[in-house]
């Protein structure tokens, strides 16, 4: 009976070393900063994210729905490309009045319509999320039901994107669709469920910096999204440094590669095949392993 008791405390000791060592092992990608983030993920690559998630385990995890998609492309400059840290806001469908109580084809009535059309924007669909947005905020927003409802239109975008947001990626609610294309505002949704009307008597803001569910995927505020015309891949923060270092070790092995070729084939080289910092390099002046999986 005591050789059984010493196995068995044994055998808890080093079950709870295991668990202490693979908490050890996750920790450094929880306390790696926003800035060391943005930097290592500078240029990313949705596929090489993709495969940099299976070679962590998470394989079909983070990857959005096809319908989510950019809005416009230009891959002569790239700027419809982005990477950034989730801020998360979620509107639905109002479950108030969908008028003021009353007859609006009346003009002694507008004024009614005027007070209760800024009770609706102040109070039912502010955007109390503002004050959150910094250098890199990539702002998902689950938006899903909420009447044909443009929360995101021309004007505010523009507000979000002075803040320092890098981009949109939404369900959808998207209004002033030419107008946001022609800004150059990076938006990724599913075009479906572009938004026509405004967002009175439509939508009501719910929550932010909570759990939203985007294009089938569950996005936590300071995850890391990216997103280019593959689609959009969200890497949960507690594996967001080593994923971005394999990711970026990929995205270099596959510019040397292709610039073997672009020189075989005699073509002018640019900027996708511009051999960027070695990635032990790289790595090493942001503080971060040289080889992430040793």
Do not use: C
């Not at 990076?186 to 405004?198: A, F, I, L, Q, S």
């Not at 569910?213 to 015309?229: E, R, W």
């Not at 995205?251 to 900027?271: A, N």
């Amino acid at each position: 009976m005591k050789k059984l008791f010493i196995l068995v405390s044994i055998a808890s000791l080093l079950s709870h070393l295991s668990l202490s060592s693979q908490t050890q092992q996750t920790s450094p990608s929880q306390e790696v900063s926003d800035e060391i983030l943005l930097q290592l993920y500078e240029g990313a690559r949705v596929t090489d994210i993709v495969d940099a998630m299976v070679t962590v385990g998470y394989i079909d995890i983070g990857v959005m729905d096809r319908n989510i998609a950019p809005l416009w492309r230009d891959v002569q400059t790239m700027t419809h490309r982005f990477s950034g840290i989730a801020l998360t806001v979620r509107y639905g469908p109002t479950n108030h009045p969908k008028n003021p109580g009353v007859d609006l084809s009346q003009p002694e009535n507008y004024m009614q319509y005027r007070k209760w059309r800024g009770m609706w924007y102040s109070q039912m669909s502010s955007e109390p999320f503002i004050p959150q947005i910094k250098k890199g905020t990539v702002i998902v927003m689950d938006n899903k039901d909420d009447n044909d409802t443009g929360t995101t239109g021309s004007k505010n975008i523009m507000e979000w994107q002075k803040r320092g947001a890098v981009g949109l990626v939404a369900v959808g609610g998207v209004r002033d669709i030419d107008e946001v294309i022609r800004q150059k505002n990076p938006v990724y949704m599913d075009y479906t469920k572009r938004g026509r009307g405004e967002r009175i008597g439509r939508n009501e803001f719910i929550d932010m910096q909570q759990p939203v569910v985007v294009g089938g995927v569950l996005v936590y505020p300071g995850d890391m999204v990216v997103a280019d015309s593959d689609g959009v891949v969200v890497v949960p923060r507690r594996i967001a440094a080593r994923v971005g270092q394999i990711a970026y070790q990929e995205l270099v092995d596959d510019m040397k590669g292709r610039k073997r070729w672009y020189e075989e084939l005699g073509r002018e080289l640019d900027e996708t095949v511009i051999i960027r910092e070695e990635p032990a390099t790289f790595f090493k002046r942001l503080g971060l392993p040289e080889n992430p999986n040793r």
